[in-house]
C-alpha cells in the first residue's frame, strides 16, 4: 500500500515516503461566473459523513466527472458509484470557462490525413454526445451549435487556411473557408482578413449542464457528495480515500481533476494550473447586437499567440477571453485560487476590453456584468493525457484539456467508461492515449520560466 498526501509528485517519487513532501492546500476559488447564474435555484448535496465504500469513486464533480458518472452508471447500474466534489458541481472549469464547444484537440500533427480525419470525427461525436444526453434526459441547458470560425489577420495566413480548408474537405472533414465580405455579413470583426468555418460547434453553458445531470445520475444510482474534498489518497486493495469528515474505500478511482490534480499528488510535473480570465456582458438588445455587428454564428477565435475568444448565448450575453498576455495568469507553486479582487485581474479584465474594442468598434459602449477567472489544466506540448494506471490498472484519469475541455472532458467520461469496461478500442492509437508527456520543470523554475516567455516575448502559449 502506497500513501499519497496532497502535494506527493506521484511521477517523480522513488522513495517510498511520499509523507516527507510538502502538502499543498486545496484552495476553492470563489469568483463567481456567468454560467451560475443561470442555475439560481441549486442547492448543493450534504458533504460525505462517515465511512462509505465504492466500486469506483470518482474524485471531481466537474465534466470529467460527472460524464465518467453518468456513462459508468449507465453501463454497469449494478455497481456502486461514488462523486467527491471539493465545493460544488461545476465550480471548476467546468463552471468559470470561455463557453465554447469545439473540435479539434490541442497539439496534435496535422501532418497525418488519417489522424486529422479521426480526431475532427472523434471531437463531433462527442458535441453530438453532449446535445444527445440534454435532448435524452430534456435537461434545462443553454446551449448553441451553429457553428465557430477562426478568424484570420493577416492575408497570408488566411490564403494558407483556404488551402488547408481544401486539404480537409478532401478528407470528407466539413469545414468552410470564408472571405472577408463573407466573414463580414455573419460577424463585423475589424481586421479579419478570412475566417474557418467549423459547423455545429458551438456553446455550452456548462454549470447548467453538470447541474442538471444530477438528479439523472442520483436516478442511476450514483452518490453524490458536494464540500467534501479528498485530503489523502492511499492506493492498495482497496484504495482509501480521506476526506474531512469520512473515508471512502474503493476498487478503483477516477482522477477527473483536471487542473487541480497536482492537489492530490498526481502529475505534478505535467501539468499546470493556468488562470484565464473571461467577462460577460448583459443581454445585449437587438440593436446593440446589430451595432456590435454579430448577425450569427456562435463564436469565434483569432489566430494570433495571445488569442482571443468570443460566444454569444441564446439569450444575448457576449462572452470574451483572452487577447492579452494579462488575459492569463500562472501563480507560483500551482496555485488554483485566483484573487478575483485584485489589481492584477482588474488589469487583466481593463486590457480585455481594449482587445473587445478593437474587434469591435462599438464594444466600449457594451454592459459589462461579470468578471471571473477559471483554471485550465496546461501540458507543455498542449495535449491531453487520457489513460489509466497504478499497481492494479485502476486508477482512471483524463486531464490537460489546454482550452477545449467542454468538448474533451466530456469526451471523457465515454473514454473512462470504455476502459473501466476493458475496452480501449475506440482510443487505442491516440497520441494522447497512454502517452508519455514532457515533464515540467519544478519549482521555481517553473514560475520563472513561464513569466520569463511571456514578458520576454510579448507572447502567451497559445492553447
Known sequence: MRLLELGADLTALTWPVAARLLPERLEISENRAFWVSGTPDYQPRPPLRGPTHADLAIIGGGFTGVSTAYHVSRRFPERRIVLLEAATLANGASGRNGGMMLNWVNGIDASDPALTQRIYHLTRDGIASIRAVIERHALPVDYRTDGTVTVYTDPGRAEAAHAHVEAENALGIPTRFLTSAELQRRLAIRGGCGAV???????????????????????????????????????????????????????????????????????????????????????????????????????????????????????????????????????????????????????????????????????????????????????????????????????????GYCGHGVTLANLAGEFIADLYAGDDSRWRGLPFYQSRYHRIPPEPFRWFGYQGYTRLTGRSPRL
Request: avoid cysteine; hydrophobic fraction near 40%.
Open 197 to 399: 468555418l467549423d459547423p455545429d460547434t458551438g456553446q455550452l453553458n456548462g454549470a447548467q449542464f453538470v447541474r442538471a445531470l444530477r438528479p439523472v445520475l442520483e436516478a442511476q444510482g450514483v452518490q453524490v457528495y458536494e464540500g467534501t474534498s479528498v485530503l489523502r489518497v492511499r492506493e492498495g486493495s482497496p484504495h482509501r480515500l480521506t476526506t474531512p469528515q469520512g473515508e471512502v474505500t474503493a476498487q478503483a478511482i477516477v482522477l477527473a481533476t483536471n487542473g487541480y490534480t497536482s492537489k492530490l499528488g498526481y502529475f505534478r510535473d505535467a501539468l499546470f494550473p493556468l488562470h484565464s480570465h473571461v467577462l460577460a456582458t448583459a443581454p445585449l438588445t437587438e440593436a446593440q447586437r446589430a451595432e456590435l455587428g454579430w448577425h450569427s454564428l456562435a463564436g469565434f477565435a483569432d489566430d494570433l499567440d495571445r488569442i482571443s475568444y468570443a460566444s454569444l448565448t441564446p439569450a444575448g450575453n457576449l462572452i470574451f477571453g483572452g487577447g492579452s498576455n494579462a488575459a492569463y495568469a500562472y501563480l507560483f507553486n500551482n496555485r488554483t485560487a485566483y484573487p478575483g479582487g485584485s489589481a492584477t485581474a482588474r488589469k487583466a479584465h481593463a486590457a480585455m476590453e481594449q482587445t473587445l474594442r478593437r474587434y469591435f468598434p462599438a464594444g466600449g459602449a457594451l454592459p459589462i456584468a461579470y468578471r471571473w477567472s477559471g483554471v485550465l489544466g496546461i501540458t507543455m506540448n498542449r495535449q491531453p493525457l487520457f489513460g489509466v494506471r497504478g499497481d492494479a490498472a485502476n486508477i482512471y484519469y483524463a486531464l
